[in-house]
């Protein structure tokens, strides 16, 4: 990442922190000062005065139906004791009623006559016994006070006393509370000691309060900036590789791309469109240099093939005047030598008019006349002509449909695939020269696109080295000895004014030759 991007990154992840940490410390210092204040309202004098009283209430209220068991157990003792002859009668029933009675008169659950063994004599009825305790039963075995036998944990309250009066017997009553109110107690006491634990402790709960909310503000702080480091490596490498790209670009390299990382499917978008446009750009820049030389080597050929041109007439003239005048006076012996050097001057001389004819062809070549042609048509009669040149060679022609209509000029179309057979020809024979016989071969493919075709022209003849490649279209470079250089060179003026492309490729046993060309 560059220094322009690492200090957006920089500068983007302390904005997000800033953004966490800035409310959370204002709602820290709030949530602080409202704790603070319904703790101190929590705690306040009044409510104090209240949970005490509350709890007082219950306290007295439970005491008093606790207390109440002892005073009823006493008076049915001594109901008991006075009405002793009624247990004596043989009439069992008469004191059962008797019981039942003192049940209802004292608001009893249960009254039971037991022995000292906790076997029950007799009971009121509506009275399940559960045996009393045996400690409880020894501390009244030689007292004639009644002892209160309070079970929180079963709700109730009992007592038991020795009845005086009777043999080996106890008067044993329970009384149940309310239901809720032992739990109600329970839960009172429970309460008021978490109050009292409060407000003992209320300096160390506000200090807990803050340490908690820190730590809490801490982690949601540590995972803001993670997130905001995790998005920001995302986002700001993909911004950074565009400010690098736009950069490089600036200082004139088009060969830059942006990689395409994963990331957003924005960002992913962007930079593809991003390398979409340089490579439209430098297209763009590719064919205006390319038009600009082109225009600049036309003026060249304009220039050459005029100065060239002028003086071959009066050469022509003069040769022929030579000849007419010294062709009876040279013996015979030399007469054939002059006529050779004659020829061969006239051979040289039309050597130099067909390449003046290209200069003047290139510095010539009218803009290109639109109009739907058939393209296999087109190089099918170029396979035709140029096949009767050698044909040791074979020349393949696949395509799928016939009427295939192409966007174009026909007689310029025409030449460039007239160049490009004739060239993969020179080609494989010049291979043959070196190499011996082989199997010759010219491969023409065209694949059909929606909108564009590509025709393929593959050969296995010498093929294209990579400094070749680098200048094959450039005007007056050639390989060839008798070669004027131009013929690649109008070859790739052709398909850039038809806004195509062409490429040359160096294959293991040849060459291949791409031309894409748009449809309309």
């Known amino acids: ?160 006393i020795k009845l005086s009066s009777y043999p080996n017997t106890f008067l044993y009553v329970v009384k149940f509370l309310e239901k809720e109110i032992s739990k109600y107690l329970i839960e009172s006491e429970e309460a008021i000691n978490f109050y009292y634990t409060v407000e003992d402790e209320r300096t160390g709960i506000k200090i807990s309060f803050i340490l908690i909310y820190l730590v809490i503000v801490t982690l949601l702080l540590f995972l803001s900036i993670s997130i905001a480091i995790k998005f920001s490596s995302r986002f700001f490498r993909s911004i950074n590789n565009l400010i690098l790209a736009s950069a490089n670009i600036g200082k004139g390299d088009l060969d830059t791309k942006v990689p395409e990382i994963k990331t957003d499917t924005e960002l992913e978008t962007l930079n ?91 510095a010539r070549m009218p803009k290109p006349i639109f109009n739907n042609n058939k393209i296999v048509e087109i190089i099918n009669n170029n396979v035709l002509l140029l096949g009767e040149i050698d044909k040791s060679i074979s020349i393949n022609f696949n395509y799928k449909k016939e009427n295939l209509l192409i966007r174009c000029d026909a007689e310029q179309i025409n030449r460039v695939f007239f160049n490009l057979i004739k060239n993969s020809i020179e080609s494989i024979q010049e291979k043959s020269k070196k190499n011996g016989d082989f199997t010759k071969i010219i491969d023409i493919e065209i694949t059909d696109k929606s909108d564009y075709m590509t025709l393929n022209v593959t050969d296995n003849g010498t093929g294209f080295s990579t400094d070749i490649i680098k200048s094959i279209t450039k005007p007056y470079f050639t390989t060839k000895t008798k070669g004027s250089g131009l013929g690649l060179s109008i070859v790739n003026k052709i398909i850039n004014e038809h806004n195509g492309s062409i490429k040359f490729i160096s294959n293991k046993n040849g060459a291949k030759v791409e031309v894409i060309l748009p449809k309309n």
């Open 272 to 362: 593809k469109n991003f390398n979409l446009m340089i490579d439209k750009l430098k297209s763009q820049q590719e064919k205006l240099l390319l038009s600009e030389r082109h225009e600049a080597w036309e003026n060249v050929a304009r220039k050459l093939a005029h100065e060239i041109k002028n003086p071959l007439t009066p050469i022509q003239l003069s040769i022929d005047r030579l000849k007419n005048k010294y062709q009876g006076s040279i013996d015979s012996k030399e007469k054939e030598n002059f006529n050779n050097y004659l020829k061969t001057i006239i051979k040289q001389i039309h050597q130099i008019e067909n390449l003046v004819n290209e200069f003047s062809d290139f």
């Open 1 to 160: 990442m560059n220094v322009r991007g690492s200090v957006a990154n920089r500068k983007y992840i302390t904005f997000f922190s800033l953004f966490t940490l800035i409310p959370s410390v204002l709602i820290a210092v709030f949530s602080i000062f409202l704790f603070s204040f319904a703790l101190e309202k929590y705690l306040d004098n009044k409510i104090t005065t209240a949970v005490n009283n509350s709890y007082e209430l219950a306290k007295n209220y439970v005491a008093e139906k606790r207390n109440k068991v002892e005073s009823d157990i006493i008076m049915v003792a001594f109901d008991l004791n006075k009405n002793r002859h009624l247990f004596n009668t043989e009439d069992k029933k008469k004191f059962q009623r008797f019981l039942n009675t003192q049940r209802l008169i004292r608001n009893l659950d249960q009254i039971h006559l037991i022995d000292s063994d906790k076997n029950v004599i007799m009971s009121s009825s509506n009275s399940g016994y559960i045996p009393v305790e045996d400690r409880a039963l020894k501390m009244v075995l030689n007292d004639d006070r009644p002892l209160k036998i309070i079970n929180t944990f079963e709700n109730k309250s009992a007592a038991i």
